[in-house]
Nanobody
Framework: QVQLVESGGGLVQAGGSLRLSCVASGRAFRSTAVGWFRQAPGKEREFVAA????????YYADSVKGRFTISRDNAKNTVYLQMNSLKVEDTAVYYCAAAFSTRSSWFGRSSTEYDYWGQGTQATVSS
């Protein structure tokens, strides 16, 4: 079992930055791939970024590529999402999710591939 808690959301002006954190319980966290997803009001939840359990493989949605960076510190049971050059359209509730993987290089791009979810953190970008 893995429990996830996100933090770091807030209100920022367009062009600004936020750093989201996803802290997990349990040593098993280092055996999981982690993804960040977001959901804006009235929209479907969408994939943002993912990182393999080893941390050496990352993947981004085209909409955030070059602006967001996902990273992890397994010693701290934490995954980060650094969000730079934020746009109004980045406004959403951001969720982290984890899935156990036997392959160190695996990551998922669909919400259905993840078994454990946090409660979400709101990020609001104003114009």
């Amino acid at each position: 079992q893995v429990q996830l808690v996100e933090s770091g959301g807030g209100l920022v002006q367009a062009g600004g930055s936020l750093r989201l954190s996803c802290v997990a319980s349990g040593r098993a966290f280092r055996s999981t791939a982690v993804g960040w997803f977001r959901q804006a009001p009235g929209k479907e939840r969408e994939f943002v970024a993912a990182i393999s359990r080893s941390g050496d493989i990352t993947y981004y949605a085209d909409s955030v590529k070059g602006r967001f960076t996902i990273s992890r510190d397994n010693a701290k049971n934490t995954v980060y999402l650094q969000m730079n050059s934020l746009k109004v359209e980045d406004t959403a509730v951001y969720y982290c999710a984890a899935a156990f993987s036997t392959r160190s290089s695996w990551f998922g791009r669909s919400s259905t591939e993840y078994d454990y979810w946090g409660q979400g953190t709101q990020a609001t970008v104003s114009s």
